[in-house]
């Protein structure tokens, strides 16, 4: 048997590659489909998953008014327009939002490691599938310490197992203890993890994944097919040691240590 030859990956090119790629099949979401994906979609299983369990963790935060004011203050980071929005406000939440550009309505432009915002200037930041694309994650979270108010709260999310997304670059994947270690490194306190499926459902959402690369949009029936499977699987066998996406509440003490 001949052996398998090494796959050489451009590393010059390699996002050019994924653009390449991708081009045709219109894997961005509008903000509906973050917080209310179709069952047709190829990523129907994670986008459903993640938009529960972060609806979980700010329920599960203080509302606004536990904190002794009106109205507080919460910024979505690394979002243009925040799917995610409606909820926060529904929580007595005054809502901004970051991205690297003001091109397509955020209220702030920066990055994580450097949002360019005052100290203790939030009570709650979101950030939802991006601290992977940052360079420096642990100076993100340090950031993102440092501009909560003493005693405010992270919900963040992360992947584990997903596909190489250059929007605008793609640098991490995390493991549960990894997601852990990241924010206590921060020094944040980590009150709750939330795995957003187990071994099943990861594995019928890399198969959409596969089959998406293939088919683009024109595989919709497929993807329901194996979105309802995969589901019905996690249910039935479930081991979050295989997961495919984390999402944490980690808050901030309340004074220094």
Known sequence: ??????????????????????????????????????RFQYDYLTLSRLAADVERLL????????????????????????????????????????????????????????TGLPDASFDLVLCTQVIEHCTDPWQGLREIRRILRPGGHLVVSAPHVWFYHPHPTDHWRFTQEGLVRICRQAGLEPVTLLAQGGSVLTVAQVLNFLAY?????????????????????????????????????????????
């Open 59 to 114: 329920r599960a935060a203080p509302p606004a008014s536990a904190g002794g004011s009106a109205l507080g203050s919460a910024l979505d980071l690394g979002s243009d327009k925040s799917p995610y929005r409606e909820l926060l406000e529904e929580r007595g939440y005054a809502v901004r939002t970051l991205d690297i550009t003001r091109d397509t309505g955020a209220d702030y432009a920066g990055t994580i490691e450097a």
């Open 213 to 257: 690369g293939v088919l683009g949009r024109a595989g919709a029936p497929l993807y329901g097919l194996v979105n309802l499977l995969g589901a019905a699987g996690d249910r039935l066998v479930r081991n979050d040691l295989f997961c495919h996406n984390f999402a944490c509440h980690a808050r901030k003490p309340l004074t220094e240590a």
């Open 1 to 38: 048997m001949r052996p398998l030859q090494p796959l050489h990956i451009d590393i010059a090119g390699m996002r050019d590659g994924f653009l390449a790629a991708q081009e045709g099949k219109k894997s961005r979401h509008m903000v509906a489909d973050r917080v209310r994906p179709s």
